[in-house]
């Protein structure tokens, strides 16, 4: 599904988890705008999906940007956790893993952050 995230709504949080649930993988990894990811990390932590590890990254900076987008580093950066988390929902970003519902995105800075 090619949409901006701020267009998603429950029909496409549902494509998301069938697509997770029916996957054969133990490993995805989904690339997301971020201003809905947390909503879609949430979604799928709520839909309790067992023995995978999901990943969900993006980039604050528009890959139509060029150079300046950080998009190629996070997915390299999700690419490397994926390998790593124990099975759950995370979200990755700037070089850090979260937890998917232990996180927020920072719109002021431009970062997600660490929340309790």
Do not use: R, W
Request: hydrophobic share 40%; with cysteine.
């Amino acid at each position: 599904m090619l949409i901006d995230s701020l267009e998603m709504n429950n029909f496409h949080l549902q494509m998301i988890q069938d697509s997770c649930l029916e996957s054969k993988s133990k490993l995805i990894l989904i690339t997301h705008g971020t201003d809905k990811m947390t909503d879609t990390a949430k979604h799928l932590i709520k839909a309790n999906i067992q023995n995978k590890v999901i990943v969900i990254t993006g980039a604050m900076i528009p890959y139509a940007f060029g150079s300046s987008s950080d998009g190629f580093f996070n997915l390299g950066s999700a690419l490397s956790a994926l390998q790593n988390l124990k099975k759950g929902v995370y979200i990755n970003m700037h070089g850090q893993t979260f937890k998917g519902d232990k996180v927020k995105k920072d719109t002021e800075n431009g970062v997600f952050k660490l929340i309790d």
